[in-house]
T-cell receptor, first 112, second 119 residues
Framework: AQSVTQLGSHVSVSEGALVLLRCNYS??????LFWYVQYPNQGLQLLLK??????LVKGINGFEAEFKKSETSFHLTKPSAHMSDAAEYFC??????????FGAGTRLTVKP | EAGVAQSPRYKIIEKRQSVAFWCNPI?????LYWYQQILGQGPKLLIQ????????DSQLPKDRFSAERLKGVDSTLKIQPAKLEDSAVYLC?????????????????FGPGTRLTVL
């Protein structure tokens, strides 16, 4: 069975600071990995995905994530936080787009 | 292209009542998913359809939850009777084809969700 663990249910950064949201996965087969963002009262929007191509994946809004097999990690980063990045972020793992499993989420707060 | 549509956006009912949610996926998307997102948790898959057939309903509480996708397009999810613990956001998502690698086929697109409150 596959699963993800998001370390830290809440992360707070200052505007302009580095954003680092942590995700570790468990999968018995090569995984597909995703990061989604959810703004209040909205559905999930795909930020980026890893599907066994380049290990450094660039997404929308300046976010990127690096797949590290040795560490079973897929951490999400952004060099400079913006106020509009405040939202809930979910890491997810699936096998070939079936049976997607989401982490519990990390709420990002950006302080002015 | 139009996104995944869901209605209603909000619903408040009393326990033991029935409720139904509707989802219209992105045009041409063969696979449709229903998720339950309890406050403070990530979405949990309830049921997955491929066209009008059920692919996975292992996490659907079948004693009270039911879902259908009769014509392989839109779908309804029903709860009868509702319990307090059913309070959650119900998300619908769709993707082009189940089990395909590469490109947009791997991506699930989510609707805005229906927030259910059971009193």
């Amino acid at each position: 069975a596959q699963s993800v663990t998001q370390l830290g249910s809440h992360v707070s950064v200052s505007e302009g600071a580095l954003v680092l949201l942590r995700c570790n996965y468990s999968s018995s087969v090569p995984p597909y990995l995703f990061w989604y963002v959810q703004y209040p009262n909205q559905g999930l929007q795909l930020l980026l995905k890893y599907t066994s191509a380049a290990t450094l994946v660039k997404g929308i809004n300046g976010f990127e994530a690096e797949f590290k097999k040795s560490e079973t990690s897929f951490h999400l980063t952004k060099p400079s936080a913006h106020m509009s990045d405040a939202a809930e972020y979910f890491c997810a793992v699936s096998h070939n787009n079936n049976d997607m499993r989401f982490g519990a989420g990390t709420r990002l707060t950006v302080k002015p | 292209e139009a996104g995944v549509a869901q209605s209603p956006r909000y619903k408040i009912i009393e326990k033991r009542q029935s409720v139904a949610f509707w989802c219209n996926p992105i045009s041409g998307h063969a696979t449709l998913y229903w998720y339950q997102q309890i406050l403070g948790q990530g979405p949990k898959l309830l049921i997955q359809f491929q066209n009008n057939g059920v692919v996975d309903d292992s996490q659907l509480p079948k004693d009270r939850f039911s879902a259908e996708r009769l014509k392989g397009v839109d779908s309804t999810l029903k709860i009868q009777p509702a319990k307090l613990e059913d309070s959650a956001v119900y998300l619908c998502a769709s993707s082009l084809v189940r089990g395909q690698r590469g490109g947009r086929k791997d991506t699930q697109y989510f609707g805005p969700g229906t927030r259910l409150t059971v009193l």
